[in-house]
């Protein structure tokens, strides 16, 4: 099973960028594989925050949109999260997963989901 290592995270200001990374152990080059960052912040539930399909088709949540980008390079097998416009409400740890998109979107719930990484530690100060 591939695994994944997240990194980038780190102290932020308000207003301030971060770009994580999110690297394979093994190729993500396989058709209908889906990536996905979450995060999760102290006391809250853990939420997905973008995906990207094989096609590099990216899809956001609504505090992501405008401010996040996710993308992928299958010959790197690496997938970023440049984070833009940072916020205190985007404090907490970021991981990532990969599976089918119907794993990633239910958190293993139903489909194919890997395990989790350690994450990478976000804090943005106000």
């Known amino acids: 099973q591939v695994q994944l290592a997240e990194s980038g995270g780190g102290l932020v200001q308000f207003g301030g960028s971060l770009r994580l990374s999110c690297v394979a152990s093994?190729?993500?080059?396989?058709?209908?594989?889906?990536v996905g960052w979450y995060r999760q912040a102290p006391g809250k539930q853990r939420e997905l925050v973008a995906h990207?399909?094989?096609?590099?088709?990216?899809i956001y949540s609504e505090s992501a949109k405008g401010r996040f980008n996710i993308s992928r390079d299958n010959a790197k097998n690496k997938v970023d999260l440049q984070m833009n416009n940072l916020a205190p409400a985007d404090t907490a740890v970021y991981y990532c997963?990969?599976?089918?998109?119907?794993?990633?979107?239910?958190?293993?719930?139903?489909?194919?989901?890997?395990?989790w990484g350690q994450g990478t530690q976000v804090t943005v100060s106000s």
């Open positions: 990207i399909l094989y096609d590099n088709t990216a």
């Open positions: 093994g190729s993500i080059d396989t058709r209908d594989s889906v």
């Open positions: 997963n990969i599976g089918s998109r119907l794993g990633i979107m239910t958190m293993g719930a139903f489909g194919e989901f890997g395990t």
